[in-house]
């Protein structure tokens, strides 16, 4: 009698329909004799309507109150989903983040759990029933409603099998789990049967959309093993787990890209100490994320200047230019260079540690393609490229037909 | 500087334009520098999509689950609410039930408040801030949500003026108080500028659709002063209080008009005990609500038999035959008359008791309009009677003109 924690996202239950779809397949697990908790989203649509309404209000509602609006959502989820298990025969009952236990700091639309005292969850579950609890949100040890933020109730449902045990973590979506490429872009990608917390990790950080990357880091913290897969059929999905040996035995795990990056190139700033670290934080403190940064050599030896190159998230372009531009003569930047057209390709797998010449045979793959290669950066299980976004998923396709076959 | 307890429906709510006139008006007592406490219902049409949504789901959902469920649409209420004030400079925090202290006991859908602990409602009012509670809902010792039924934003605001000792409890609606009768029906009715508790419950139960009764007898029971006014101007309206002497100066305060009822009479039931008892016993096994009883002398010296007249709510008429019938032959019913086209008209006042004649007056103001009585019922207070639908609007404006002038 296997501890089951299952999650499924706001497009799993849209709507009555959906959460009676829902019902049914937790409801033959129960039959099954499994225990299950299951962790639920705000119904898709439902967050952006209340957040809609707050803005409404006032374009700077307080944090505190738009946690107190948005865990409305989740909470009426529960309850719909409680009551299709009820109907079906199951015995049910919802549980508000607060009344699973789940403990946050004070960081209102952005909390972190602290702790989990999930007392409720297995008083209901030694009754025979399966628990609801709502995804995203907990609250203060003072009593204060919290949300988690983007990609909240996978972190719910995985902190939620840590604290309870759980046998197995299943993270229901609308793909069949992860891909080792983007289907839309790359006919021939499979998904793939097992993924170690650090290849979906950095899948996940070149673009891959397939989890927050901090509910993958509290699973790898806690050793969660979880499985992403899909609420509209069987199929079994992908299992996320610690690296195993016979990983190692796959070069590449997957291909990612980004085409929602943009690149910065600072033309002549002095190479001197302290330069980079007086743009970078200035860029840090007007909330810029910047992802891959390269510099190269410097030039001239009297007065050494380089160039130096980095990414950043496309929308935040304009407010980047304006914060370089601030800077700027301070800094003694020559020129300033933007370029939106760019895409970030990266490859990952765990397997490249053992293989030499990967990074080589993706640069010839890319140049027998005729694609430029205009930045690159390497982490031990990660390769990643900048370059021109027309070529992009030309790009994708032959990288991923060299290392994963086509 | 007084410490005000103000509701506001979900007319009132119904949108964020109407939030933010709420805010409007809450953040003028404020500068004024009164303490407030705002409780807040569902915007409209919320509740009733939230329970279409259950419905959708199974027709029979849980109440357990359903409080989850409805409790959802307050919550949204206060968190905007605070929004809008914060957007105006006024301090201000959103509480649920639950957090504001509101304990009840486990009937779900319909519970009983058991006590207010309003630790942190004061703690928030201390810091100057507004505090916003969550209307008809609470949570049981043990920490289950549950809501109030009916009119329960109404009894949350009377139930905190009580536990706080507010100096005013303001319950805002869309009409400027309780009238001397239906304006719609009585054009020349007038707003009443104070009227006693049990005018007032004795009204909203002859069909004056002013406040739930509980919230009333609440009132009553721990003699909270409260006024019912427009959110909609700044207009005085109805003082709802302790009877005073000089309230019986005034022989009736209103006239109001039930035209939801509906008339049974059993012809010809036999007159022994234990009768009478059996058959409403039954109905209200039923759950179907019986108002007026008349039951007139008994014919016949051996065996009498009486005819026992009642009513009920018109939408139970269908089911209160039925539950009739089934113990009709047992209970030994000559015959069974039902009649839908009926209304109730009564006359409220605490002045009758010192003024005599008064029943005559209205009979007599009903006999020179042609129109016929067809049962009496009288209270200490009150006078109704039941008389044909079609003259019930004539009726309503002739008793009102005899008594309270035209």
Known sequence: MALIVQKYGGTSVADTDRIKNVAARVAEYHRRGDRLVVVVSAMAGVTDKLIKMAKDITPLPSEREMDMLLATGEQTTIALTAMALEALGVPAMSLTGAQAGIVTDGVHTKAKIKNITPRQVHALLDQGKVVIVAGFQGQTPEGQITTLGRGGSDLTAIALAAALKANLCQIYTDVDGVFTADPRVVPTARKIDEISYDELLEMAGSGAKVMQLRSVEFAK????????????????????KEETKDMESVVIRGVSLDKNQAKITLVGVPDRPGVAARIFRTLAEAAINVDMIVQNVSHGAASPTTDLSFTIDKPDLPKAEKVIDGIRKEVGIKKVQA????????????????????????????????????????????????????????????????????
Chains 1, 2 share one sequence.
């Open 221 to 240: 913290k806690f050793g969660v093993v979880f499985e992403v897969r899909s609420s509209l059929n069987n199929n079994p999905g992908t299992i996320v």
């Open 339 to 406: 370029n939106q057209a760019i895409a970030k390709l990266s490859i990952v797998g765990v397997g490249m540690r053992s293989h030499s010449g990967v990074a080589a045979r993706m640069f010839d793959t890319l140049a027998r393609e005729g694609i430029n290669i205009d930045m690159i950066s390497t982490s031990e299980i990660k390769i990643s490229v900048i370059i021109e976004l027309a070529k992009a998923d030309d790009a994708a396709r032959a990288v991923h037909a060299a290392f994963l076959g086509s």
